[in-house]
């Protein structure tokens, strides 16, 4: 156990010390903060609350740690002193209402480590950004971490870190919603409508987005979308755009301009494996974030051998004459219409599922002035599909298995099918992976 292993753990250990402690959920990240507890605190009393039954045996869980499940699983939380809220927990009343310390492992480990921290968030682009950014460092002899929304739980990454550990963390609007410590450097790629079946507005949802800068402290660095850019930060604040070319860094036709100091890279779009002109802004983001620790030909030698995350504009096979591309992780209408820019040929979109309530005007009115196949599907497809003006190409069928066959009828030889639901995916899959693993299962069975 070196220096700095210590001071996490002993961090945690005094943050937790003499307190009752609920841990709020025992997904990935509930489990992960119940083995740092039980490796190295001392506690005046575990629990350990869930809305779905816990099998005790199963977890290795003690007889001396409470279990709280079922429905009321949160009417205890004014028992305890401290409640670690996992991200996928919805509070039934604000931390005003409550008398416990509402935390996280994130509030946590940021407290700890937000100097060593590049923050990423974003409607859209988050996971992605990530994870190139840590394929560059890592792959230019950085230490370096990934943790966070990428299906990492910091605690996980937490032991073992020196000084000199970079920690690329992927930030949701839920790990964000309640933090009181932002990291040193934060990246907020965009902000679309989502979430509002949690949020009810925009600006609730935009609240929550800005904690990532909000308590940033000075000389602290923020790149943040023009669009978004706020007008006061203790950060240094570089704006970043492929729209208004008076950002900072401007990003068109492959190549960044980075206006505050002259410099101009052109992205070798005929050597990586991103596809679509949106992935050339999230590669302008990255570019900036990691120019302080490697040089451009490390960059660039980096960015050639990085593979595009599963179900994000994925091809997926050529079947029935006809190219499959999965873009499962698309939940917003921005994102559906740059998949249509973006794979080849164009010829079908599967769109809808889980409703939200976000509008799809935008999404619709482009889809009007398109001559691609629609198929919708589920409650989001049917109330895009009642948007459409009817013809010959608009279609709606209930599932995702009947969008499929159907799209394998229609769609011209040659051509490209792609879904991109402009929708979640919940209530119907278990998340939008699963969601795109069944698609590309019913794709090819095809063959």
Not at 51 to 75: F, S
Not at 163 to 183: F, G, K, R
Not at 327 to 356: H, Q, Y
Not at 393 to 409: C, G, M, R, S
């Amino acid at each position: 156990m070196n220096i700095v292993k210590n001071k996490f753990t002993e961090y945690i250990r005094k943050y937790t010390e003499g307190k009752s402690v609920c841990i709020l959920g025992f997904g990935r990240e509930g489990r992960a903060t119940y083995d740092i507890l039980a490796r190295y605190c001392s506690p005046a009393k575990t629990a350990i609350a869930d809305l779905n039954v816990i099998d005790r045996a199963a977890n290795g869980i003690p007889e001396d740690t409470e279990l709280i499940c079922g429905e009321n699983y949160q009417k205890c939380l004014d028992d305890y002193d401290m409640v670690f809220k996992s991200p996928g927990i919805v509070l039934e009343k604000q931390p005003s209402e409550l008398k416990c310390r509402i935390t996280s492992e994130t509030q946590a480990f940021f407290e700890v480590y937000r100097e060593q921290i590049i923050g990423i968030t974003g409607t859209k682009g988050k996971s992605t950004v990530s994870s190139l950014i840590y394929h560059i460092l890592k792959k230019s002899g950085i230490d370096c971490r990934l943790a966070g929304n990428i299906g990492i739980p910091v605690f996980n990454i937490a032991e073992g870190m020196t000084e000199n550990t970079i920690v690329v963390c992927e930030l949701s609007c839920h790990q964000l919603e309640y933090m009181t410590v932002s990291p040193a450097c934060a990246v907020f790629l965009n902000l679309f409508e989502e979430h509002l079946d949690h949020y009810g507005t925009m600006e609730r949802y935009h609240k929550a987005k800005k904690n990532i800068f909000t308590h940033q402290e000075d000389g602290d660095c923020l790149l943040i979308n023009s669009s978004i850019a706020p007008k006061l930060s203790n950060a240094f604040i570089h704006t970043i755009s492929a729209e208004d070319s008076k950002a900072d860094i401007y990003v068109s036709s492959g190549i960044v301009d980075n206006n505050a100091n002259g410099d101009t890279y052109i992205i070798p779009v005929d050597k990586i494996k991103l596809l679509g002109v949106h992935n050339h802004y999230n590669i302008a983001a990255a570019y900036f974030i990691t120019a302080p620790f490697v040089d451009r030909k490390q960059f660039e030698t980096a960015l050639c051998s990085f593979d595009p995350l599963a179900h994000r504009l994925e091809f997926v096979a050529e079947a029935k004459g006809i190219r499959w591309y999965d873009d499962s992780i698309s939940t917003a209408c921005a994102t559906a219409i740059e998949a249509l820019k973006s794979v080849p040929e164009p010829g079908t979109i599967l769109i809808g599922g889980m409703d939200r309530g976000i509008d799809y005007t935008s999404l619709a009115d482009y889809l009007k002035k398109s001559d691609v196949n629609v198929i919708c599907m589920e409650a989001s497809g049917k109330r895009i599909f009642d948007m459409l003006e009817p013809n010959e190409k608009i279609h709606y069928v209930p599932h995702l298995e009947d969008a499929v066959k159907l799209a394998a009828e229609i769609t011209p030889c040659g051509k490209s099918c792609v879904m991109s639901p402009a929708s979640a995916s919940y209530g119907i899959f278990k998340n939008f992976e699963e969601r795109g693993d069944v698609f590309q299962s019913l794709v090819k069975a095809l063959h």
